[in-house]
């Protein structure tokens, strides 16, 4: 199993328990990971932190709650695990740009859907193979980008490789 598909694995963890508690030591164990290598993993494949991607997903949930079932500002709360209306309309505004009612009264929308690490790397080019050889799989064509190395003999070449990036 490789980076794409552990961190994959997390968000699927994810996903099914976002109207539960989440304990990120479980997340991280789902990508068979330590949680400071998950966090650095799963920023450098979606581009959003753990408990950015968390809080957003939430909140894209609640504004369902809000627009589609009626739900009142304290369910949704609750639902969701803050701990009062107000702590969860503040993160709605930190998040949505406004306040829940404002939202509500002008119909703004906003919409932070479930990622999907597999689709936004890999490139399916001939599903018969695919299914023949699920464990084969091939990325997308990556755009032009920098990328600083080092490369150390010796003892500790992660550790000496990186001390000289940083001089």
């Known amino acids: 199993m490789n ?3 552990r961190i994959q694995e997390s968000i699927e963890y994810i996903e099914s328990n976002l109207e539960s508690y989440i304990d990120l030591d479980i997340v991280a164990s789902k990508a ?3 949680l400071s290598n998950f966090y650095r993993m799963f920023f450098a494949l979606t581009g959003h932190s753990v408990k950015e ?3 957003k997903r939430r909140m894209n949930l609640a504004i369902n709650d809000i627009t589609v079932k009626k739900s009142t500002i ?3 709360a609750i639902k969701y695990g803050f701990e009062s209306g107000d702590a969860f309309s503040r993160a709605f505004r930190h998040i949505v740009g406004c306040n829940p009612s404002t939202f ?3 119909n703004i929308k906003y ?3 479930r990622m999907s690490v597999l689709d936004k790397y890999y490139d399916v080019q001939d ?4 299914e023949r050889y699920p464990d084969i799989k091939v990325l997308k064509k990556l755009e032009p980008m920098k990328v600083a190395y080092y490369r ?3 003892k500790s070449p992660e550790y000496n490789a990186f001390k000289v990036l940083l001089e």
């Open 53 to 55: 991607y968390i809080r």
């Open 152 to 154: 150390y003999y010796g």
């Open 127 to 130: 599903r018969d193979l695919l």
């Open 32 to 34: 068979y990971m330590l």
């Open 104 to 106: 509500k009264k002008h």
């Open 74 to 76: 304290l369910n949704i």
């Open 111 to 113: 919409s932070f859907e």
């Open 3 to 5: 980076y794409y598909d």
